[in-house]
């Protein structure tokens, strides 16, 4: 079977790639590349655009491709083989685009490009690629262009690095969450997730920082204490704030470390700083003027965010009202202490909690939690009311099936009889601070 690194009739072959075909496809494609560089390099080659599109575009365009699906594979679909034989390519691939970068040869033979036979674009794309040679160090001599190359395979290794920490942090990762946590989320994101705990002969839904779990239940998710966990594990992903084990991700030393290499690279093309080098191909021209239109744009944009959160309070304000108005009434209708009663004001409770938890970060935090614990807590013994109702409900119609079950049901129910007594007498009153009381929003 042909290598499907070497194949480019069409859209890349991602099935079909293996670790065993890097290798061989990097020897080659590197082979070549050396060798369409040799060509256009030579005196007598023509210095005319066309004519070294022809021979080093096509063949680089060739290596980048390739390595490129590889390094996307080792993104999505890490393994140990993969990402060994992807970390044994990496230093070989970036030694040859330092050299291109940076040979001499070929930035003469730019030079002499005459600008009067190209087209706009053309001159458009020759005038980058004098700007990259000089990014690249193509006018850096002796040792300071040793120690160029050798930043840049060492930025690469870095860089690798810090990939494979982000990489490794996110598959370390694992929560297992009750069914009652995950109230709110998908139906089939929930079956995977219980399907991968149950492959580990684990209890619960194993909840994942991968994006097909993450950002469901992120969106979904009626807990905030879950979407809290995940959130935290998400953003301290291969930091020193990551939770327990997961600081030996920890990618501190690695910023470092690369930050310092910048530096030095910056340094070494005759900029201050690599805030200059990064904008050299851009629009703006010095990272004061990027700070300036950031902080110019943040001051213009603020009036407009700020009449969107009043608009935002304003109508949670009305729908938390509401949701409350509507308890009152149910609190109300429920003073007969019925079950049926007490159990729709139990569903009223839960719209209420659902839409405080929603709207919560737009209030003052102390006032808004210590309220939402409250309405949490007048749910909970509500929901513990309608359990033993129809607890009751159903052991009378067991009983009446198989009188032999009487004792054990009259266990049950006196167990659980003191509690309800209690709750029952004072449930309302418990209530009636949240519905009539001074409003947290």
Not at 107 to 129: F, H, M, V
Not at 203 to 227: D, H, I, N
Request: with cysteine.
């Amino acid at each position: 079977m042909s290598n499907p690194l070497l194949d480019f009739s069409g859209q890349i072959p991602f099935d079909r790639i293996t670790p065993a075909d890097v290798a061989p496809a990097v020897d080659q494609l590197l082979a070549r590349a050396n060798a369409a560089l040799e060509t256009v390099t030579q005196p007598d080659f023509p210095a005319r655009w066309d004519s070294i599109a022809r021979v080093l575009d096509v063949a680089t365009e060739e290596l980048g491709r390739s390595l490129g699906a590889v390094s996307h594979l080792n993104s999505v679909a890490d393994t140990p083989e993969l990402r060994a034989a992807y970390n044994a390519a990496l230093p070989r691939v970036t030694e040859f685009w330092t050299r291109l970068g940076a040979d001499e040869r070929l930035y003469a033979k730019y030079k002499a490009i005459d600008p009067a036979t190209l087209n706009a674009e053309q001159r458009q794309a020759l005038g980058n690629a004098m700007r990259n040679f000089r990014l690249s160090g193509a006018e850096l001599q002796g040792a300071a262009k040793q120690r160029f190359a050798a930043i840049q395979e060492r930025q690469a290794e870095l860089q690798q690095k810090f990939s494979e920490n982000v990489l490794d942090a996110t598959d370390a990762f694992a929560y297992y969450a009750s069914a009652d946590e995950l109230e709110g989320v998908p139906a089939d994101v929930v079956q995977a997730a219980r399907a991968a705990a149950e492959a580990e002969g684990k209890e619960g839904c194993k909840l994942t920082l991968k994006m097909p779990c993450y950002l469901p239940v992120m969106q979904f998710a009626r807990s905030s204490a879950l979407r809290e966990t995940l959130y935290r594990a998400y953003v301290t992903r291969a930091s020193d704030q990551a939770a327990g084990d997961a600081v030996r991700f920890d990618n501190g030393a690695v910023m470092a470390e690369i930050l310092a290499l910048r530096q030095e690279e910056a340094r070494l093309l005759g900029y201050d700083n690599f805030g200059q080098v990064s904008l050299v191909p851009k629009m703006a021209h010095t990272p004061e003027q990027v700070t300036h239109f950031l902080r110019d744009l943040a001051r213009r944009a603020r009036p407009f965010a700020e009449k969107d959160v009043a608009d935002l309070r304003a109508f949670a304000r009305l729908r938390l009202s509401r949701l409350r108005k509507r308890a009152r009434r149910q609190a109300a209708a429920a003073a007969t202490l019925e079950p049926t009663r007490l159990h729709a004001l139990r569903i009223g409770f839960k719209l209420l909690r659902y839409g405080v938890e929603f709207f919560a970060p737009l209030f003052a935090a102390r006032a808004i939690n210590r309220y939402l614990d409250g309405v949490v807590h007048a749910q909970t013994a509500l929901g513990f009311l309608q359990d033993v109702d129809i607890a009751h409900q159903r052991l009378s119609d067991w009983t009446r099936s198989n009188p032999a079950l009487a004792p054990a049901a009259a266990f049950v129910l006196g167990w659980h009889a003191p509690r309800y007594a209690r709750l029952r007498r004072r449930i309302l009153r418990e209530c009636a601070p949240l519905l009539e009381g001074r409003k947290p929003w």
